[in-house]
């Protein structure tokens, strides 16, 4: 019989990694996703027909009845960290997460895995971290025995944080607001192993896991890294947070803003696992280390674009 997963925003960042780990798995695989052309590569990492992609109106209860009819597996990947349209974060983050988890359970989905994000909590001072808290109490309400995830930054070679300010740090000034904030970046390989992890073990249903790499790291020493593997001398500005501020309401003005006032709250609160939560470790996976990807996808962003470091070694 066929094994059927249904992933919700399988084409994007780490939807593309966990497509990837399911189709070798042997399921048959159903993209979600808003723009099925951005899918069509995937189509190429398993057997004919094995991964199709398909456009759902996400609103539309009967279209998520739809897609999820017949999985034996769905996950939920979507997400945004500013709003392209008011109300983003509560229809995608807030309340879609427990119409999929509604429609999973009239299906007879065995196993429901969704991918939150590490800082989501009811009382945040972020309209992000409340629409991802009320996303997760949504989702446990309507399939209890679904996992959680909560990664912190995700990095990998198509990651919008590292290779962001590799690229700002070809100008001369690279600015800084909240230094001091701690992350845990992780690998998106690793969060992928962590969604089929979640989907194979059965001691992780009902079971929440945030997931951060080895390195816990200050924003400033970060981008210090940057500067290093991409072998950039731009100065690094700290923004007090009063013109950090004034700088987010002028970029919400931008059709793709680079920092919201919503994402100046999130910043200013430590994104680290938890003490005392579940882990990678936990489901088995030990965690990659940052230093053993990223310098490899930056080098491009070196002067000369890297070329001189790959005519030195032949």
């Known amino acids: 019989m066929r094994r059927v997963a249904t992933v919700f925003g399988g084409a994007g960042f780490i939807g593309r990694q966990v497509v990837k780990r399911l189709a070798r798995a ?11 052309e951005a899918a069509r590569p995937l189509m190429t990492q398993g057997r004919v027909g094995q991964i199709v992609a398909t456009r759902a109106d ?3 209860d009967a279209a998520l009845a739809r897609v999820v009819a017949g ?3 769905v996950v939920n990947l ?20 427990g119409r999929i988890a509604r429609a999973a359970t009239a299906a007879g989905v065995r196993r429901l895995v969704h991918v939150s994000a590490i800082g989501a909590d009811p009382a945040g001072p972020s309209r992000y971290a ?3 808290a009320a996303g997760e109490a949504a989702i446990r309400t309507a399939f209890p025995a679904a996992v959680i995830l909560r990664p912190s930054i995700v990095f990998g070679p198509e990651d919008a944080f590292f290779n962001r300010f590799a690229a700002m740090a070809r100008l001369p000034l690279l600015p800084l607001v909240c230094g001091d904030s701690r992350f845990q970046p992780v690998y998106v390989g690793d969060v992928a192993d ?4 979640a989907i194979g073990r059965e001691d992780a249903a009902g079971r929440i896991y945030e997931l951060g790499g080895p390195r816990l790291a200050r924003f400033r020493d970060l981008l210090g890294d ?3 593997w991409t072998r950039r001398r731009c100065r690094v500005v700290e923004l007090p947070l009063g013109l950090a501020r004034l700088q987010a309401w002028f970029c919400e003005l931008l059709p793709n803003p680079p920092l919201t006032r919503d994402q100046l709250l999130l910043l200013q609160k430590d994104n680290v696992v938890a003490e005392g939560a579940l882990g990678l470790a936990d489901l088995g996976i030990a965690a990659t280390p940052m230093e053993a990807v990223v310098p490899g996808y930056l080098a491009r962003f070196r002067p000369g674009g890297g070329r001189r470091d790959a005519v030195a070694t032949v």
């Open 26 to 36: 042997d399921y048959v695989v159903r993209i979600v996703t808003r723009d099925p």
């Open 58 to 60: 996400v609103g539309d």
């Open 71 to 73: 999985a034996e597996v």
């Open 78 to 97: 979507i997400g945004t960290l500013a709003e392209r349209k008011a109300g983003d974060f509560t229809r995608l983050q807030a309340e879609l997460p």
């Open 130 to 132: 409340r629409s991802k």
């Open 194 to 197: 962590a969604v089929m992890a």
């Open 226 to 228: 940057i500067l290093g």
